[in-house]
């Protein structure tokens, strides 16, 4: 079964940092772009990062670029987001997202964690 | 850059048709996908490049896009389609970008 599964999501002060991690399985990771994207009561779904099947290329929002870095470690079928300096505005539900192919021209995201929350307190 | 438009909430009654727009400036040209978010549960893509259906997703979902609006089309709402839902398309004009919809919450009444 192909399963995306977040962690790391915790309550943490303005201008701390957090690191999340997605676990896949069930399907060939390394064949795939693989997003963040995440979800508040207020805005809605906002498309957070996206990296290629090889990590060569990444894209940001542009409310996170500078302060998020998106990577991947293919032996490990593992996706993260290193999130620094954050803000009262990065308090949202993160999810990871598989692209429905190693493209980067917005060809979708077919499966889709449970989330991981994220809380940006002081 | 892309702003897309939906309409904030939808209700619908069992056994009749929903239907989601999605409102952009010339968004036919673009590819959009739909999604549907229960509370609790992982998001699921219903419709991908306009009108397909994933594997698992029902005939009673179905897409089309042209001009400045997509649509998605729920018809025969059951009471397990109550959900918000999300347009999607690719912002490749001056940053790399997906851009998503403002949402919509269907609810059957």
């Known amino acids: 079964e192909v399963q995306l599964a977040e962690s790391g999501g915790a309550v943490v002060q303005p201008g701390g940092s957090l690191r999340l991690s997605c676990a896949a399985s069930?399907?060939?990771?390394?064949?795939?772009?693989m997003h963040w994207v995440r979800q508040t009561p207020t805005k809605g779904l906002e498309w957070v990062s996206l990296?290629?099947?090889?990590?060569?290329?990444?894209y940001y929002a542009g409310s996170v670029r500078g302060r998020f870095t998106i990577s991947r470690d293919n032996s490990k079928n593992s996706l993260y987001l290193q999130m620094n300096n954050l803000t009262t505005e990065d308090t949202a539900l993160y999810y990871c997202?598989?692209?429905?192919?190693?493209?980067?021209?917005?060809?979708?995201?077919?499966?889709w964690g449970q989330g991981t929350t994220v809380t940006v307190s002081s | 850059s892309d702003v897309l438009t939906q309409p904030p909430s939808v209700s619908v009654a069992p056994g009749k048709t929903a239907t989601i727009t999605c409102g952009g400036a010339n968004i036919g040209s673009k590819t959009v996908h739909w999604y549907q978010l229960r509370p609790g549960q992982a998001p699921v893509m219903v419709i991908y490049d306009d009108s397909d259906r994933p594997s698992g997703i029902p005939e009673r979902f179905s897409g089309s896009n042209s001009g400045n609006t997509a649509t998605l089309t729920i018809s025969g709402v059951e009471a397990g389609d109550e959900a918000e839902y999300y347009c999607q398309v690719w912002d490749s004009s001056h940053d790399h970008r997906d851009v998503f919809g403002t949402g919509t919450k269907v609810t059957v009444l």
């Open positions: 069930g399907f060939t990771f390394d064949d795939y772009t």
């Open positions: 990296i290629s099947w090889d990590g060569a290329i990444t």
């Open positions: 997202a598989k692209d429905m192919t190693s493209g980067l021209d917005g060809d979708g995201m077919d499966v």
